[in-house]
């Protein structure tokens, strides 16, 4: 065999490896790392790399040990491992992940992708809309929101999330008389993550075409908890918050890849997927840096926060806010999900851009009391603690133990590059 031959015999192995690794439960991964006296320690000199001192306690030579530790790590059942949206312990397999894929380790550049596994699914929007069909006729005024959350009480876990966290999110604490902010934003992520996007998209996308409707819209995720706090934060140390957050970084990740905007795509998106790049922005509600609607006149979106203060850092602040404000790939997903649904035109009033200049305030007399803005979550008594959710009684959406042992994914690939030798230089 030649040297060209011999050179792509090594790319076709490498490559059926990454195959046959990817998608692999960081969980397991980690456990069958940990179980194995090669592969344990590198990982633990790895963890300490990434921790906050981790080069002190490594002494002098903690970059090469870091390099050593990165390169085999990347030969083992960690490379290519991934974590489920949602899934029991995300925290911990995040963290697994991470450990690998941290972004700088003392002057190692290593490509940050995004932990989760890719998601592809097609929306049922003609289903929903069936769903409340028999309520419309007659009507000449629809307003796609409200039918989202009739939509959204006629299924079980929908209307079962839905209500916890209305509940933990209009609930004033004892001490304070204010919400529970992390218990909302808890429940939240608990909705957006259980619930299948056809209904929670249709509750937070629904297209409008006047202000009501677009304040039932931006009421959806009780903004008054879980968005607004007063004065707005600088943006910087939200972001900086949210990536010392696993979950959070990892949501934030996922949404900058699938949402990364391309000025030669016809999509307006690099990776051309409207419904992941949607399923992504969803990912960061109940975050610290979590995106809603600015306003009840627009389609405009940001999370809390401001660059007005950012000083030396206003460039990198800019660009951060403006992967909400000044997105075409996400900008492109929101008005097409309206028009894949259901065609519809714009709002009546008129549009600003800007999410540094967007107004928190609204006209009275397009402004729904909360209890109709809510309406119709079935029962209205459910807001009630005695409601609550048992965390406990939900499915759990964690990884099943799939992987198999290292070896035998090795010897499939093995196995599968002597077939492909077979073909190339058997004649």
Known sequence: MDQWGVYLSMLLTFALIDVLLAGTDCLVAGDSCSSDETCSPRLRTL???????????????????????????????????????GMKKEKNCLSIYWSLHQSIIHGLNLVESYPYETVQRDYDYVRLASITADSDVGMT???????????????????????????????????????????????????????????????????CTDTACAERRRQTIVPSCSYESGEKPNCIIQKKMCDADY???????QFRFVCEPSKTSASGCKEGNYGACLLAYTGLIGSTITPN???????????????????????????????????????????????????????????????????????????????????????????????????????????????????????????????????????
């Not at 979950?247 to 990740?253: D, E, G, K, P, T």
């Open 247 to 253: 979950v959070c970084r990892a949501r934030l990740a």
């Open 293 to 427: 609607y600015v306003d009840n006149s627009t389609s405009n979106v940001a999370p809390w926060c401001s660059c007005s203060p950012s000083g030396s850092t206003r460039d990198e602040c800019d660009r951060f806010l403006g992967f909400f404000t000044d997105n075409s790939c996400l900008q492109n997903a929101l008005k097409m999900f309206g028009r894949e649904s259901e065609q519809q035109t714009p709002l009546s009033t008129p549009s600003h851009s800007g999410g540094d200049r967007q107004s928190s305030t609204y006209q009275p007399q397009t402004i729904e009391t909360m209890e109709n803005i809510l309406e119709p979550i079935i029962p209205t008594q459910a807001l009630g603690n005695e409601l609550l959710v048992d965390h406990d009684t939900l499915p759990s959406n964690s990884l099943p133990n799939l992987a198999p042992p290292l070896n035998q994914m090795l010897q499939a690939a093995f196995s599968i590059l002597l077939l492909l030798l077979h073909c190339l230089y058997g004649h």
């Open 141 to 207: 005024t629809v307003n796609r929101c409200l039918d989202a959350a009739k939509a959204c009480n006629v299924d079980d876990l929908c209307q079962k999330l839905r209500t916890e966290y209305v509940s933990a999110c209009i609930k004033p604490t004892a001490k304070s008389g204010l919400c529970n902010r992390p218990k909302c934003n808890k429940a939240l992520r608990r909705f957006f993550d259980r619930v299948p996007a056809d209904y929670t998209h249709e509750l937070l996308f629904c297209p």
């Open 47 to 85: 963890r300490q790399c990434v921790a906050g001192n981790g080069s002190m306690k490594l002494g002098p030579g903690a970059r090469s040990q870091c390099a050593n530790a990165v390169s085999a790590l990347l030969s083992s059942p960690l490379r290519g491992c991934q974590c489920k949206r």
